[in-house]
């Protein structure tokens, strides 16, 4: 596994795909409006991704508080329903090949406390993912 740099770990609330400019403009404006709250998650377990015998991912697997679980229904209300369901994580590292991962329960308790809500580019390069705020006026 090549670990993920610290300036991209992240929480995907949605993936929007390619957006033209006034969709992303709308998107990071109704992101301004939202009172986020205390956006607070459960670790549970450090697993693989997709599944733990064929990770191509390292995860910390996360359990939304209700402020998190909330943004997310707005989120689906707003832009209709995601492609794929929510399943909230950090990807910590990443394989190329498939890899066998034996889940490492967590503690009960261990909060994971996220910032607000931004909209993010991702490109993906020959030396991994790289993330950047969408910055829009």
């Known amino acids: 596994f090549r670990p993920v740099p610290a300036k991209n770990l992240h929480v995907t609330l949605r993936f929007f795909g ?7 403009q709308d998107i990071v404006d109704w992101l301004a409006t939202r009172k986020a709250g205390n956006l607070a998650c459960e670790m549970v377990a450090l ?3 997709p599944s733990p015998p064929r990770a191509h991912v390292l995860a910390l697997e996360l359990r939304p508080g209700p402020a998190l679980d909330a943004l997310q229904r707005q989120i689906a209300k ?4 995601p492609d794929r369901p929510f399943r909230p994580h950090v ?6 090949r498939t890899r066998a991962v034996t ?31 969408v910055v829009l006026s």
């Not at 707003?78 to 329903?81: D, I, K």
């Not at 329960?105 to 705020?133: I, K, V």
Request: charged share 25%; aromatic share 6%.
């Open 91 to 96: 990807t910590l590292a990443r394989s190329r």
């Open 18 to 24: 390619e957006q033209s400019p006034d969709e992303a």
């Open 103 to 133: 889940p490492l329960r967590l503690p009960p308790g261990q909060e994971l406390r996220l910032l607000p809500p931004q909209l993010y580019r991702s490109e993906t390069l020959p030396s991994g993912a790289r993330y950047t705020p």
């Open 47 to 49: 697993t693989g991704l």
């Open 78 to 81: 707003r832009f209709g329903p």
